[in-house]
Each structure stands twice: as structure tokens, then as C-alpha cells.
């Protein structure tokens, strides 16, 4: 079946630092790859997409791209700040079901 | 911009009530969905539904638990006869349909406390 790897949290920073969460899907086909947000005390946010192989996903400063090579779409953001704290997760989708499969989430903090 | 809407934002209730959870998604999406997320686990789909009818359920989504769409703006999740296990938040969401709109958007989710 499909599934998503996210790299375990929770992951520490200090604000300016460089981010990078390493995301990694099993899918046969062609699914669109997303990165979803959780602030604290909130829902799901999209954060960023993409839909085919080469795809660059960006948003808020936060860039993934969709790496059919490697199975890979991993996020990034050169310099964070304290108001990027979230959890953060990966996701998969095809276009028959369009149903979201998660990865576990990770936990990022950022520490002025 | 248009968002979904959930209500309550939080609910507890004693094991083996009933519980109903409310949506209003956005409102030209046509497909709409319920996930949840037990604490500190993975989100999890639950039931996908369009067109007035499930489209898939997980195999979470057993008979305790249904869905309705009982006028043009709501979107609801009913378990009959909660669980302890039933604990978790539900996240509502909705997808406009059509070519390249994959996209679901999510509500802020009821928290479900079962005691």
C-alpha cells in the first residue's frame, strides 16, 4: 500500500537556522505530494504541493520538490523563525480516490 | 477566503453516547472528507463522500460511525455508541473537484473526549 516516511521528531532550532524535514513515499504510479501544517491549538494547513516528477512546491519561504528518482519530497526553509513552530507532515494523494495518506508528523520548535 | 467550519471545537461525552460532529465545507467543493487524529499518532482517514453517497471508508469507519449530508451546507459525522478509543480530534475537510483541483482543504477539528 502507500505510505510515508517523515523524519522523526522533534526537531530544535534556533531562529535563522536552516530546516530541512526529509520526506519519503512507497506509491505505485503517479500520486501529487503535499506538506501540511499544524500551528498549535489548530487545524491542517496547506503549505506547499506538488504534482508531478521535478515539481517545486513553495510557500512562506518553505520549498520541497517532488523527486520521482528517490522517492523523495523533502521540505526546506534557509532561515526560520519562532512563528514556523508547528508540526509539520507530509502527504500523498492519487487522482482515483484523492483520499490523504499521512506521514507521522514532526515536531519542529524555534527558539529565538 | 473561504475556509471550513467545525463545531463543536471541543466535545466530551460519557461511553455509549451518541455524538454528532458538524462540518460546513467550502462551499462549492463537492467531495468531502472526515480524518481523525488519535494524540500524538498519525492522521488517518476515515470516509471520503460525494454525491450524496460514501465513496470509501477506512476500515476504522465501521458500523458505529455514519455520515450524512443533510441539507446544501452541512457535512456530518455521527458515532452511535462512542468508544474510549473513539478519543481523538476530527478533521473535516473538502475538495473542490474537477481537473487539478486536488487540493482539501481542512477545518480546524472537534476535539472528542470519551470518559
Known amino acids: 500500500g502507500n505510505s510515508v516516511t517523515q523524519m522523526e521528531g522533534p526537531v530544535t532550532l534556533s531562529e535563522e537556522a536552516f530546516l530541512t524535514i526529509n520526506c519519503t513515499y512507497t506509491?505505485?504510479?503517479?500520486?501529487?505530494l503535499f506538506w501540511y501544517v499544524q500551528y498549535p491549538g489548530e487545524g491542517l494547513q496547506l503549505l506547499l504541493k506538488?504534482?508531478?516528477?521535478?515539481d517545486k512546491g513553495s510557500n512562506k519561504g518553505f520549498e520541497a520538490t517532488y523527486r520521482k528518482e528517490t522517492t523523495s519530497f523533502h521540505l526546506e526553509k534557509g532561515s526560520v523563525q519562532v512563528s514556523d513552530s508547528a508540526v509539520y507532515f507530509c502527504a500523498l494523494t492519487y487522482a482515483n480516490d484523492y483520499k490523504l495518506s499521512f506521514g507521522a508528523g514532526t515536531t519542529v520548535t524555534v527558539r529565538a | 477566503e473561504p475556509e471550513v467550519t467545525q463545531t463543536p471545537s471541543h466535545q466530551v461525552t460519557q461511553m455509549g453516547q451518541e455524538v454528532i460532529l458538524r462540518c460546513v465545507p467550502i462551499?462549492?467543493?463537492?467531495?468531502f472528507y472526515w480524518y481523525r487524529q488519535i494524540l500524538g499518532q498519525k492522521v488517518e482517514f476515515l470516509v471520503s463522500f460525494y454525491n450524496n453517497e460514501i465513496s470509501e471508508k477506512s476500515e476504522i469507519f465501521d458500523d458505529q460511525f455514519s455520515v450524512e449530508r443533510p441539507d446544501g451546507s452541512n457535512f456530518t459525522l455521527k458515532i452511535r455508541s462512542t468508544k474510549l478509543e473513539d478519543s481523538a480530534m476530527y478533521f473535516c475537510?473538502?475538495?473542490?473537484?474537477?481537473?487539478?483541483?486536488?487540493?482539501?482543504?481542512f477545518g480546524p477539528g472537534t476535539r472528542l473526549l470519551v470518559l
Open positions: 506509491a505505485t504510479g503517479y500520486p501529487s
Open positions: 506538488a504534482t508531478k516528477a521535478d
Open positions: 462551499s462549492n467543493h463537492l467531495y
Open positions: 475537510a473538502s475538495r473542490r473537484g474537477g481537473q487539478y483541483q486536488e487540493t482539501q482543504y
